[in-house]
């Protein structure tokens, strides 16, 4: 099986089309979901940040899915430091907030 394209997922979150967005968030965060290896390999593809962006100003799904990719990125302790550094914390708070 060939590795998976972390960094082809990560380029695709800053894509306009909403579908697409939102599969890369969807895809990201199951793949973060599998192993800690593939939590590791996403964030420093760069992904951090563009679905912190997401949780912010994506379609109702990009939203939902970039922060469940999120939630299971900071299943890894730097990646949780990685997350607050990037300002993530307020934009997922907003978004329990706002439903």
Known sequence: MAAPRFPQLVVALGAGDAGVTEAAARALSKLAHENDANRVAIAEA??????IKLVRLGSDGAKCYAAAALWNLADNDDNKVAIAAAGG?????????SG
């Not at 760069?46 to 679905?51: Q, S």
Request: no cysteine; charged share 15%; hydrophobic share 65%.
């Open 46 to 51: 760069g992904a951090i940040a563009p679905l």
């Open 89 to 97: 914390i307020a934009p997922l708070v907003e978004l329990v907030k």
